[in-house]
DNA sequence: TGTACATCAGTGAACGCGCGTTCACTGATGTAC
DNA sequence: TGTACATCAGTGAACGCGCGTTCACTGATGTAC
């Protein structure tokens, strides 16, 4: 316990720091990303504007701080639905696409700060795509399991049933992003890809309004669309 | 031709707001749409910042303007490609999807000013969504091409070798977005969601850069995503 | 073709605003003896 | 337990900036007779 012993001032310094990101989130629901601004932050909080220099550098280390717990966020949720399974553990693909969208629709602007358009010139620190890997590891292990297994020994034709998908021949050069799962079968990482740009689809044209007024159930596109990824 | 006549005047006028419009491109696809500014705009142009209240009322005027040119210039490439056919006309859905992959890599931060993180509080006014309704209406037309009529008569149950789609039954209750084919079945309307939100799916995580650093090729991704949702 | 007038593009000054950020300072909280 | 000192949260004034937008005005361009 002696690493995580916290003094008075170090509690409140936390405190303090949750409040801004918590002020911080408000404001881009309300109005976007990029109207982010530290001295309405700090006067919704009752201080004044230089004070928030004691708890962030700047603006940019804010931003990069909201971001970095949006990942973490939505990495935790994965985790907890299908990582390594000590708990509950090892959710299947259709489990892991409603944590996506239950996540998503809690906070589609935190959503957005991820996979939305990219601000220009912004590149994510380090310790931000490590998470992003830990959330592609879960998914990749649900793929994994969601696929028959790599034959070892000469490499097997197509299943029958299954056409050939030309794009597993690159997939099977190109696998250093799949570097947590290195003896999973191209196929898997096809699933992957194929779970991750589709849901991507459906759930950013959902959160950005494009089928309000179309008169369509979101969630049942949605849940059509695992449907599909799910029974190949 | 006395419609379409032009004073001189007239003529400038237009040529200033081209120019205006295009520096205003330019300044988007440096530091994104959210940072678009009128004085830098006219500074560009060695005007004054108040120059431009001759051509645009407000900000806000151009930013609408932008966006409607953006669905026009999508518009009349998918009509170019697949629209009600005199010229080269009636594209089969790969090509429609290459025109689409084509149009977005051309301009990111276009695709992204129609399709990518809304604003808040941003309403398209009416002539933007006719737009956007004539784009759906070239879609529409190629997935009716794409797909079996259907029957007259008592409705059919699936073919054999088809699942059947839970959410047809969805689509064949709530079909006015597609207004433009009150007699399109149901597996046409499918098929338009599916290629809208797949296509946006894959091009968005592309433009937005998610892919790089990962080794693939986002020009194979995308057509193997045509081809499953070609060949379904 | 020439003159009188109306139209309109563009300027420069000004307003009020909010932004990020720095700096010197006050006062409260914690630490060492 | 009490005192002396160090740490640190927060303030208020200030800097420089760029923004959108208005206004009264100048000067060039077009129009009518």
């Given amino acids: 316990m002696t690493g995580t012993t916290k003094t008075p001032r170090e509690r409140y310094r936390q405190q303090v720091r949750e409040e801004v990101k918590e002020k911080a989130w408000q404001q881009i629901a309300g109005s976007g990303a990029s109207a982010l601004s530290l001295n309405a932050i ?23 701080e909201l971001i970095r717990d949006a990942y973490r966020s939505l990495a935790d949720a994965f985790i907890a639905a299908g990582g390594p399974g000590e708990g509950a553990g090892r959710a299947g693909l259709p489990e892991l696409a409603r ?4 996540w998503a629709l809690e906070d589609p602007h935190r959503y957005f700060l991820i996979y939305g358009t990219p601000v220009p010139g912004y590149h994510a620190p380090q310790d931000i795509t490590a998470i992003s890997q830990e959330l592609l590891a879960v998914l990749l292990e649900a793929c994994a399991a969601a696929v028959p297994p790599a034959a070892p020994g000469p490499i097997p034709g197509p299943l029958p049933g299954t056409e050939p998908d030309p794009f597993d021949g690159h997939l ?5 992003w799949a570097a947590s ?3 999973a079968p191209p196929s898997a990482l ?3 890809l194929t779970f991750w740009s589709r849901l991507h689809g459906v759930l950013s044209l959902e959160l950005a309004g494009h089928f309000t007024g179309m008169g369509l159930d979101p969630a049942l596109l949605f849940e059509a669309e695992v449907d599909r990824i799910v029974t190949r």
Avoid at 99 to 102: E, G, M
């Fill in 42 to 64: 700090a006067k919704q909080m009752g201080m004044s504007g230089p004070a928030l220099y004691r708890y962030f550098a700047n603006r940019d280390e804010l931003i990069t």
């Fill in 99 to 102: 944590v996506l969208r239950r």
């Fill in 172 to 176: 099977a050069d190109h696998r250093e």
């Fill in 181 to 183: 799962h290195p003896d």
């Fill in 190 to 192: 096809r699933l992957a």
